[in-house]
């Protein structure tokens, strides 16, 4: 199952942060949100999940419209928000239950769910600890194993390793590409991180509000001339938007 993001902009006040924007994702497949601060992620992020409201566009999930059908379309995301929304106070086990009841879940299937996915990101032996014990790592592989409870389709996750260290970002981002190889779920993982993207993963390139990559990453490094992402991610975004299209 794919996203579908059809001619979406989308202003704060006098300031346009998207400028008709379109793109799909591959189903089942791995695929990077990049850009600098400021370059749309975060706001793109907001329209998929609804905490802001469309005004240009529409964002489409096979048949399933953001605007017709809103609540059949957020059954099928799992989300990882860049800030913790976690309750730091409940346990591991207390922070699923109660995201499991939000969707319906029974607590006898939400049980099974909830060993399946603490299993699958190495957690369970951190079920009856309380969130505030945790590290941002261990956080984080709590949030992602809430997001699939419900057992969406899509998994979007909005620069999830935000201040954690090195091996732990590896970790996680290994963790997630194996859930596309094994789940097959399709997969939206904004960062500015160019380090957290291979070669050959499919990247949306966002600058200023609009697209200037929609193809596979080594694509950055063939319009900038140079051999590594990071390097070439900074040329690209510093240019002028419009320059660069």
């Not at 996203?3 to 591959?26: M, W």
């Not at 922070?95 to 879940?105: M, R, S």
């Not at 390793?161 to 194996?178: E, I, K, S, W």
């Not at 080594?218 to 001339?225: D, F, K, R, T």
Request: glycine share 6%.
């Amino acid at each position: 199952m794919s996203i579908h993001v059809e001619s979406v902009s989308f202003s704060y006040g006098p300031r346009q942060a998207l400028k008709d924007i379109s793109f799909s994702l591959e189903p089942g497949e791995f695929h990077g949100l990049l850009g600098p601060n400021g370059a749309g992620k975060s706001t793109l992020f907001a329209l998929i999940t609804r905490l802001n409201a469309m005004q240009t566009g529409d964002i489409r999930i096979n048949e399933l419209s953001i605007k017709k059908q809103p609540s059949s379309l957020m059954k099928k995301l799992g989300v990882v928000f860049q800030q913790s929304t976690l309750d730091l106070d409940l346990t591991v086990q207390q922070n699923l239950l109660y995201h499991a009841a939000l969707h319906g879940i029974s607590k006898a299937q939400a049980s099974d769910r909830i060993k399946l996915e603490l299993e699958r990101m190495e957690m369970s032996d951190r079920t009856n600890d309380k969130v505030r014990s945790l590290n941002g790592g261990h956080r984080r592989r709590v949030e992602i194993a809430r997001a699939l409870l419900h057992q969406p389709e899509i998994l979007l996750l909005d620069e999830p390793t935000v201040g954690l260290d090195p091996q732990t970002r590896r970790a996680l981002n290994t963790h997630v590409r194996n859930l596309c190889t094994d789940e097959k779920l399709t997969v939206l993982w904004a960062t500015h991180l160019m380090e957290e993207i291979k070669e050959e993963d499919h990247i949306v390139l966002l600058n200023k509000g609009q697209i200037m990559i929609n193809d596979k990453a080594s694509e950055m490094l063939n319009q900038s001339g140079l051999e590594n992402f990071t390097d070439a991610f900074h040329q690209l975004t510093e240019k002028p938007a419009k320059e660069a299209l």
